[in-house]
T-cell receptor, first 111, second 114 residues
Framework: GEDVEQSLFLSVREGDSSVINCTYTDSSSTYLYWYKQEPGAGLQLLTYIFSNMDMKQDQRLTVLLNKKDKHLSLRIADTQTGDSAIYFCAEGASGTYKYIFGTGTRLKVLA | DSGVTQTPKHLITATGQRVTLRCSPRSGDLSVYWYQQSLDQGLQFLIQYYNGEERAKGNILERFSAQQFPDLHSELNLSSLELGDSALYFC?????????????FGPGTRLTVL
């Protein structure tokens, strides 16, 4: 099937690390993305990783990719209340028109 | 500001009616995507246009249709509206359309069907 799966909710305390997980569908996907949606707004790209990489770090964000298990994760270090949002993973395959979003994980950061 | 504009911001209508949602992509972007976001179904891909042509179709109902015009703006037409069509409708655009690169999202149109 073409479902990109994520857990629906995650709650963490301010200052802790958050880990948001995603299982994607197609091992031929070339690019994997993380988007953030703040309340009342559209989605914004946070970061992305090429499928030939295992890890990418971008300031407080770390993306880990396990191609064998088709598992993607986003770690947010030192989570802040401003990180409260819905996080979507998405997969795309170069040379096709495929671009599939996950179900979204609602992150709540407790002060 | 992503550079993608959507109008109207809010729309309230009755069951059985027809509405048109409009999207202007970022300057230079050739692809436009339409998504529906409802509370119980997350973000659902509806349809994609690239330079005026339909390129990919997702879970779009037959009551819904879209087009992309020569100036690259796009319209999503929703007809015979039902209560369950109440949702946020997002338009996104990208430079290319081949599964790569960032999609830039508009602020969305909130449709309420009474």
């Amino acid at each position: 099937g073409e479902d990109v799966e994520q857990s629906l909710f995650l709650s963490v305390r301010e200052g802790d690390s958050s880990v948001i997980n995603c299982t994607y569908t197609d091992s031929s996907s070339t690019y994997l993305y993380w988007y953030k949606q703040e309340p009342g707004a559209g989605l914004q790209l946070l970061t992305y990783i090429f499928s030939n990489m295992d890890m990418k770090q971008d300031q407080r964000l770390t993306v880990l990719l396990n191609k064998k298990d088709k598992h993607l994760s986003l770690r947010i270090a030192d989570t802040q209340t401003g990180d409260s949002a819905i996080y979507f993973c998405a997969e795309g395959a170069s040379g096709t028109y495929k671009y599939i979003f996950g179900t979204g994980t609602r992150l709540k950061v407790l002060a | 500001d992503s550079g993608v504009t959507q109008t109207p911001k809010h729309l309230i209508t009755a069951t059985g009616q027809r509405v048109t949602l409009r999207c202007s992509p970022r300057s230079g972007d050739l692809s436009v995507y339409w998504y529906q976001q409802s509370l119980d179904q997350g973000l659902q891909f509806l349809i994609q246009y690239y330079n005026g042509e339909e390129r990919a179709k997702g879970n779009i109902l037959e009551r819904f249709s879209a087009q992309q015009f020569p100036d690259l703006h796009s319209e999503l037409n929703l007809s015979s509206l039902e209560l369950g069509d109440s949702a946020l409708y997002f338009c996104a655009s990208s430079v290319g359309g081949l599964g790569v690169g960032e999609q830039f999202f508009g602020p969305g149109t909130r449709l309420t069907v009474l």
